[in-house]
């Protein structure tokens, strides 16, 4: 029908009973009173004719339109069943609920159709059938809608907990038996709905903490639901689980969450002393409880507790003493982030009687817990020295490394022992000393100046490099000395820390020594003699490749001084050695003779003899020929091989 002339009168429309022309007016745009009176008319006159376009309103942007549709289908009653269930399905969150109200307006609820829609494939009917089931209130529908709660749609749940709740009491004993299902969604669903029962709830639910029977599970969640409701009897039983030493931490939890819903000022004891529950989901329920209670933190342990249970560690600070056994016992928390943060906030407070644990957590498996420790053992200082010194001694090296970082903090007491762990037999510990006795400063610079004299050569290494970082002058003469060390790393070390220093090498010993260690053996040919003594000893060195360079040098410097050394190369275990030392004396010529006549005539050693042949060769002093000559008859072939070629270079 189409309203050619206007507004349609729906007052004539009920006179005839015109139940089509009603129907349209159902759709008139214009006017949101013409589809209110429509639909109220229709319910009155109860046509089947009117489910679909009535069950079409439910949509109506207008919420008195949806409502007088859903009383109208309400009125139909039976031949509005299947429409409205399919309604149930309607994607528009107000039709949905519409078409639940219009199954609560039937007279007699048609709860079986409904329980069956619980199971429909279609989730938005889950959500409707749910809601529908717990506005009519029927006791038949509290087993379906237990169901409904595992289903997998937290919408579909929170709709069946919400129906549940309106059911109301006869759901009481049926929703308690689903506390203790193993399922989180199906036993936080159940207690939703038990804290929107309310009243007639607390005593079953005071009973499930009561009674041993009862598990974990169902009593964490029984405490939650008390919570929901929010009544004072419940205070004392959920006192007892917050406090009990046999509860599980998911029971403690909820309970110091229920007794902050419920606001009883008895539960205020109790919940302090859950600040220093093992638990810190159990400290954090508590505290954020207190904060419910209007509990205001003081100075003093429970003070403490309060600010590590929330994390706000600075607020421990102006504590000060009274914190330092609450964060002590933080040091053993199973959150590595509370125990560093714990380790932290004891550095700051300064107390000696965190020594002890803090030395205890250097063993931390975790590196920042055991970097804060150290670090706070280094603010306490003098009083963490001794147990320090001992933890130097521990087996486990990333002990050691933690004891090492923090006594260098801590400053001069600290030097001896740090001085001793330069020997350390782990790597990182003797670089950790060394950069700790860096750190200290002046104070490490005369005991460090002698372990450059130390028997390890680790120790006297590591001194060398502190020294150098540390950049004290009176260290300038003893690194001088130490480029003439045995060990090659020493003698690098020394030369590292004499460049930070700013020492610049002159034409002398120490110079040639400095350009030695540094491996830039060119610069010693402008040296010349003062040189000698460094290279000599660096011909005995383990490294055959500073041998090999220091004899190649000392041929181009020459002088008498060096042969002797340069004979004893010539039977060096490296092959190259030998032949550099013989080409150095070859160079060298003259002062080199007789001690090489020696050596072709008396050594037992048939490399020495071979190589002494070939240097007399390239120097070809005269003096020479006769004991070439006698070479010839050397019992070995290649002695007498050089021998030859030698005298091949005489002319014979």
């Not at 309310?198 to 939650?224: H, T, Y």
């Not at 229920?258 to 302090?272: N, Q």
């Amino acid at each position: 029908m189409v309203f050619e002339f206007g507004t349609p009168n729906v007052k004539k429309m009920r006179e005839k009973r015109d139940v089509k022309g009603l129907i349209k007016a159902l759709g008139y745009k214009r006017e949101s009173d013409v589809r209110i009176n429509a639909a109220s008319v229709l319910g009155e006159i109860c046509d089947p004719r009117a489910v679909k376009p009535l069950i079409k309103a439910l949509n109506d942007a207008d919420s008195d339109v949806r409502r007088n549709a859903a009383e109208a289908l309400g009125t139909i009653g039976e031949p509005a069943v299947k429409p409205l269930i399919k309604a149930l399905g309607d994607t528009d969150e107000h039709g949905r609920r519409a078409a639940a109200e219009a199954f609560v307006n039937i007279g007699e609820p048609p709860v079986e159709p409904l329980i069956k829609a619980r199971n429909d494939s279609d989730l938005n009917v889950r959500r409707g059938a749910a809601d529908a089931l717990g506005r009519i209130g029927d006791s038949r529908a509290v087993a379906p809608l237990i169901r409904v709660l595992n289903d997998s749609d937290l919408n579909v749940r929170n709709n069946a907990a919400d129906a549940l709740s309106r059911i109301g009491e006869p759901a009481v004993e049926p929703l308690i038996k689903v506390l203790g299902d193993t399922r989180e969604h199906v036993r936080r669903a159940a207690a939703e709905a038990l804290g929107r029962i309310g009243e007639p709830a607390v005593k079953p639910l005071i009973r499930v903490l009561n009674d041993s029977d009862w598990g974990p599970r169902e009593s964490a969640a029984a405490a939650e639901a008390l919570g929901r409701i929010g009544d004072s009897r419940a205070v004392e039983p959920l006192i007892r689980v917050l406090n009990d030493a046999d509860s599980h931490v998911h029971e403690s939890a909820a309970a110091a969450e229920a007794l902050g819903r419920i606001g009883d000022s008895r539960a205020v004891a109790p919940l302090i002393r859950a600040l220093n529950d093992a638990d810190s989901d159990v400290r954090r329920n508590a505290a954020e409880a207190l904060d419910t209670l209007g509990w205001s933190p003081g100075k003093d342990e429970a003070a403490a507790a309060y600010w590590i249970a929330k994390g706000q560690w600075g607020n421990c600070d102006p504590i000060g003493e009274p914190a330092v056994k609450p964060l002590i016992k933080a040091l053993n928390d199973a959150d590595s982030d509370v125990r560093s943060n714990a380790a932290e906030a004891l550095g700051r407070i300064g107390d000696s009687r965190a020594v002890a644990p803090l030395i205890k957590v250097l063993n931390d498996a975790d590196s920042d817990v055991r970097s804060n420790a150290a670090d706070a053992l280094s603010r306490i200082g003098e009083p963490a020295v001794k147990p320090l010194i001992k933890a130097l001694g521990d087996t486990r090296e990333h002990v050691r490394r933690a004891a090492a970082d923090a006594l260098g903090r801590i400053g001069e007491p600290a030097v001896k022992p740090l001085i001793k762990a330069l020997n350390d037999a782990d790597l990182n510990v003797r670089a950790r000393a060394a950069d700790a006795l860096s750190r200290i400063g002046e104070p490490a610079v005369a005991p460090l100046i002698k372990a450059l004299n130390d028997a390890d050569s680790d120790v006297r290494s590591n001194a060398a490099d502190a020294l150098g970082t540390i950049g004290d002058s009176r260290a300038a003469e003893p690194l001088e000395k130490a480029l003439n060390d045995a060990d090659s790393r020493v003698r690098k070390s020394a030369a590292k820390s004499l460049d930070t220093l700013g020492w610049t090498p002159g034409r002398d010993e120490a110079a040639a020594a400095y350009w030695i260690a540094k491996g830039q053996w060119d610069k010693c040919d402008p040296i010349g003699e003062p040189a000698v003594a460094p290279l000599i000893r660096a011909l005995n060195d383990a490294d055959s490749d500073v041998r090999s360079n220091a004899a190649d040098v000392l041929g181009k410097i020459g002088g008498f001084r060096a042969v002797r050394t340069l004979i004893r190369a010539l039977n060096d275990a490296d092959l190259n050695v030998c032949r550099r030392a013989a080409d150095a004396l070859g160079r060298i010529g003259e002062p080199a003779v007789e001690p090489l006549i020696k050596a072709l005539n008396d050594s037992d050693i048939q490399r020495v003899r071979v190589n002494a042949a070939d240097a007399l060769a390239t120097i070809g002093d005269n003096r020479a020929v006769e004991p070439l000559e006698r070479a010839l008859n050397d019992a070995d072939s290649d002695v007498r091989k050089s021998a030859a070629t030698a005298l091949r270079k005489f002319g014979r």
